[in-house]
């Protein structure tokens, strides 16, 4: 029985990959073995999740588009090693999942939510052995980015505390069944085993971060008057020896920790 031709829907941003050059590039970069134990965020219609499947120890194909599991169900009916899961990927519980290895998270990410998904995978962090998303180009941009650049941001801080980012690959969004308006990008996360500063409080530090670049283009000194102490605020830039001018895009995650720990 020939299944149905299922077309994406905007309600879920879906953009499939269609190219298939690009999809050996993604299976190759993201170096699957036998002893893999792969979570696919948005299997779609499958095309990845086949390759996947065959090659991998266990596969998790997680899909919230009912339409999709149906089609994705006749695909991986020959696999033993697929676990078809019909769910929100943010309301999956990775230690119910059963597996005592690490897992390998893959996944194609509807650009509209991104950072609740990783936001997700920062929490669900203990089970995973690394991540591979293909993102928003500019998206992948700013989370790799280094203090200095335009692109570099709270965004930077907050996933540079948790993984080490990497662009893989960057990908022409002609590669892609509706064409996105921008191209993408896919990204190598791997979790830190040990946070790069250490803070009392994680969330208190973030929220300072991201007062700080509410105004990128002010000093520090200004972006946080009424908030830390002027003095405080000189001492610790005089200490890690940058400008009483500085911006906030030129302060690093150990900067703004040091100025945290200061307060």
Excluded: W
């Excluded at 509410?214 to 890690?240: F, H, I, P, W, Y």
Aim: hydrophobic share 40%; net charge positive; with cysteine.
């Amino acid at each position: 029985m020939q299944s149905k031709k299922i077309f994406p829907k905007k309600r879920f941003s879906q953009n499939f990959l269609v190219d298939p050059g690009t999809r050996r590039k993604i299976l190759q970069a993201c170096c699957v073995s036998a002893d893999d134990h792969i979570l696919e965020i948005g299997s779609g219609r499958g095309e990845l999740t086949v390759m996947f499947a065959e090659v991998a120890k266990k596969l998790f194909a997680v899909e919230l588009d009912r339409d999709l599991c149906v089609l994705l169900k006749e695909k991986l009916a020959g696999f033993n090693n697929v676990e078809l899961i019909a769910q929100d990927i943010l309301k999956v519980n990775f230690s119910s999942l059963g597996v005592k290895s690490k897992l390998k998270i893959i996944g194609n990410l509807p650009y509209n939510i991104s950072t609740p998904i990783i936001e997700h995978l920062i929490a669900e962090r203990n089970f995973i052995k690394e991540a591979f998303i293909m993102v928003q180009k500019e998206y992948a941009e700013r989370v790799s980015a280094l203090p200095g650049g335009s692109d570099y941001g709270s965004l930077s801080c907050f996933v540079q505390y948790y993984f080490e980012p990497k662009i893989l690959l960057v990908i022409n969004r002609g590669c892609f069944f509706p064409k996105p308006k921008v191209d993408s990008a896919f990204l190598h996360l791997i979790p830190r085993k040990k946070a790069p500063v250490e803070v009392k409080n994680e969330e208190e530090l973030f929220k300072l971060i991201r007062r700080s670049f509410q105004q990128r283009r002010k000093t520090l000194r200004k972006c946080l008057k009424g908030v830390v102490e002027q003095a405080t605020v000189d001492k610790v830039l005089s200490a890690r020896k940058l400008s009483p001018l500085a911006r906030p895009q030129e302060l690093s995650l150990e900067d703004f920790a040091a100025l945290f720990n200061a307060i």
